[in-house]
């Protein structure tokens, strides 16, 4: 399987704060990696797919790019909504996998 | 806009079987998309189970071991998971979720349901 991982883990921002998290894949994926954002007890939101275009309705201070193995999700001016954990996922080969997430909380 | 629900038992006993219902609206099982399910076991990160196109063709993630059934019933515009032989391990939150062909990713989710199994 293709192993993601992600850094940091967690991280503590304030409002209006520039945001980077990334994550790596074990394998190269080409730029078939999606981001995903989710708030406790709500199922997950489609923000990124092909590593960064945006889906409809995702806020353009949400960013990503990457190819092959080493991919990023920059939030400029973190938005008080922006508080959430944020997963990524490879959907180049089978199974797919998702990287363990970034909690991003208010410091 | 497409939206998906999940519905099903949220308690199934140890050896029994999880079987969950995914009702599509606003979209079609016959359009250029995969049709998901991906779980969450509590406080975990998440998990791809596997997927069908309107074709019937599947793809599962080899961790269930071939447990897991995706089937559908695209007159009733439905999804279904089956999953056989469950543990503890299978205890979590399943979401069903549209992934477009080719590089669209996952687009759409349903809320997901908690499923416990448990005596």
């Known amino acids: 399987d293709v192993q993601m991982t992600q850094s940091p883990s967690s991280l503590s921002a304030s409002v209006g704060d520039r945001v980077i998290i990334t994550c790596r894949a074990s394998?190269?994926?080409?730029?078939?990696l999606a981001w995903f954002q989710q708030k406790p007890g709500e199922a997950p939101r489609s923000l990124i797919y092909?590593?960064?275009s945006l889906h409809s309705g995702v806020p353009s201070h949400f960013s990503g790019s990457g190819s092959g193995r080493d991919f990023t999700l920059t939030i400029t001016s973190l938005q008080p909504e922006d508080f959430a954990t944020y997963f990524c996922?490879?959907?180049?080969?089978?199974?797919?996998?998702f990287g363990p997430g970034t909690t991003v909380d208010i410091k | 806009q497409v939206q998906l629900q999940q519905s099903g038992p949220g308690l199934v006993e140890p050896s029994g079987t999880l079987s969950l219902t995914c009702t599509v609206s606003?979209?079609?099982?016959?359009?250029?998309?995969?049709w998901t399910w991906v779980r969450q076991s509590p406080g975990e990160g998440l998990e791809w189970i596997g997927e069908?196109?309107?074709?019937?063709?599947?793809n599962y993630n080899p961790s269930l071991r071939s447990r897991a059934t995706i089937s559908e019933d695209r007159s009733k515009n439905l999804v279904f998971l089956t999953v056989t032989s469950v543990t503890a391990a299978d205890t979590a939150i399943y979401f069903c979720a549209r992934r477009q062909y080719g590089m669209g990713g996952i687009d759409s989710w349903g809320q997901g349901i908690l499923v416990t199994v448990s005596s």
């Open positions: 606003g979209g079609s099982l016959s359009g250029n998309s995969w």
């Open positions: 069908i196109f309107h074709t019937g063709h599947n």
């Open positions: 996922q490879q959907y180049n080969r089978f199974p797919f996998t």
């Open positions: 394998l190269d994926i080409g730029n078939y």
């Open positions: 092909a590593a960064s």
